[in-house]
């Protein structure tokens, strides 16, 4: 198994249908140690059932935005798992109204929640994590992003900016911690159906444009962003740091 004896932390499951869910399953098949977070107590029971089914796995509270139930979450981690080599970031939030209205009427409240649950929480977490990593030797980083921060994708609007933001981060994260032998990338995936992705005006829209013009001609299942993530996981990407990779059957290639 590619990840015998290694553990990992997941941010962001919230149900089966979650990215993060695929992830985590990818991971554990391959002999990872997991962790999981919820984000208050209505979350809890769900993310526990499914945790719950991969062998030792633990749950911990974690509303990112708290810089006090960051730093508790990573000190359990310690405890209870002893070791640490994988942060999975699969977090992201923008209020409604911001989504919906016109970008230009973006409002400075939701910009900046926007930034601080999508963007700025990796940096934190990245932080929190380090010391850990670093006991281990060195350790990987996955984020996940959109094609939306890059081009300007009708109905992504704020969440485009705050995943610029996030992409950027991963770069200059990936700068600051290679050293320590901790890799930083992110994976940009093509448009699936969770619980993030119905907040996105014309939703469904997207998925039938992307799966015709994508050279696969479909979409992206779970699953292949699993195995995705489970790659930069493991030491068949020791080589690959601050890499946006992108995982959507090769839609951002098509120009006209
Ligand atoms: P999801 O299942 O709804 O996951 C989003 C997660 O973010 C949820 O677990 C959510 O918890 C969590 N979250 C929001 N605010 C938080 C906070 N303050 N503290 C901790 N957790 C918080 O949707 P998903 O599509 O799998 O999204 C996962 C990642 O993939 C996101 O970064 C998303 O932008 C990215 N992505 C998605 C797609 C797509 O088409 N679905 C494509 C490319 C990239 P709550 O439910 O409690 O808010």
Redesign the pocket.
Known sequence: MLLEGKTGII?????K??????IAQALSREGMRLAF????E??KEG?ESLSSTLPNSILLP?????DAEVDAVFKSVDEQLGRLDTLV?????APKEDLENEFVKTSRDGFKLAH???AY?LVGLSRAAMPLLEKSGGGSIV??????AVKAVEGYNL?GVA?AS?EASVRYLAANLGPKNIRVNA??????????????KG?TG??HHHAERAPLRRNVELEE?GNAALFLCSNMSSAITGEIMYV?CGYNIIGV
């Open positions: 941010f962001g499951v919230a149900n249908r979650s990215i993060a869910w695929a977070t919820y984000q208050g209505r979350l993310v974690c509303d990112v935005t708290v970031h699969s977090v992201a939030f601080d649950i999508s929480s984020a996940l992003t959109y094609h939306g969440m995943k996030l994976i940009s995936a093509g448009p699936v159906n969770t619980l993030a992705a119905r907040g996105i939703f997207m998925l962003i959507d």
